[in-house]
C-alpha cells in the first residue's frame, strides 16, 4: 500500500481546567514533513505547550494512516492528562491589569459642564426629532436587545477557538471517554 500523500486530520478540543478555557489542537504535518505537533492554547490563543513527535521511522510501513492516527490520538490525550494533573497550571498566569494613563492637567468642572450642556441640547434635538411611537406610516425603531440579553442564563458564551465546549464533562470523564475509544480501536 502507499504513502499517505496528505496529512490526516487532526483533532481540536475545547475543555475548561479551573475555570479557564484551553484548547488543544493535534496535526499531522503530512509525509514531506513527518511529524504530528500537539499544541495546548489558553487566553485566547497563547500557547502554553507544544509537543511534537516524528515518524519519519515509519515512512515506509504499509499502515502509516494507521499509525499516524494513532500517536495523534495517544500525544492528544497526554496533553489532556497532564492538564488534568495541573502540568501547565503555573504557564496560565493572570494577567495584569493594565496601567492607568498618566492624568493630564485639566479643568474637570469645565468639561463637566460643556458634557452637561452638550446632553441637554442633544436630547432636546431627539425628542423634537422623533415622532411619537406609532404615529405616521412609520413605527419607532426599537433597539436590539443585546447579545447578553438574548441568551439564556446559565449557557456558556462562544468560544473564541470556535466548535464546541466539552460541557459538563471533566477533564477525567474526557479522558475516559479517549481510552475508552482506545479499547474498542484495539478490540477491532
Known amino acids: 500500500m502507499g504513502q499517505a500523500q496528505s496529512p490526516l486530520v487532526g483533532y481540536n478540543t475545547n475543555v475548561r481546567h479551573k475555570g479557564k478555557l484551553y484548547h488543544i489542537q493535534t496535526e499531522d504535518s503530512g509525509v514531506k514533513h513527518p511529524h504530528v505537533i500537539t499544541h495546548l492554547f489558553a487566553d485566547g490563543g497563547r500557547i502554553i505547550a ?4 516524528s515518524y519519519a521511522d515509519h515512512l515506509g510501513a504499509d499502515d502509516l494512516p494507521t499509525l499516524v492516527r494513532k500517536l495523534m490520538q495517544e500525544q492528544h490525550k497526554a496533553i489532556f492528562i497532564e492538564l488534568r494533573d495541573c502540568v501547565y497550571d503555573d504557564d496560565v498566569e493572570e494577567a495584569p491589569p493594565p496601567a492607568a ?14 458634557a452637561a450642556a452638550r446632553s441637554a441640547e442633544s436630547v432636546a434635538a431627539r425628542v423634537a426629532e422623533v415622532p411619537r411611537r406609532g404615529a405616521g406610516r412609520y413605527h419607532q425603531t426599537l433597539a436590539a436587545s443585546s447579545k447578553a440579553e438574548r441568551q439564556p442564563a446559565g449557557e456558556p458564551s462562544e468560544s473564541i477557538f470556535g466548535g464546541g465546549l466539552i460541557q459538563g464533562k471533566s477533564l477525567d470523564e474526557v479522558i475516559l471517554s479517549y481510552l475508552s475509544d482506545d479499547m474498542g480501536d484495539s478490540e477491532r
Not at 50 to 53: D, E, I, P, Y
Request: charge should be negative; charged fraction near 45%; avoid cysteine.
Open 50 to 53: 507544544s509537543r511534537k513527535t
Open 101 to 114: 494613563p498618566p492624568e493630564p492637567d485639566v479643568d474637570v468642572d469645565a468639561l463637566e459642564r460643556a
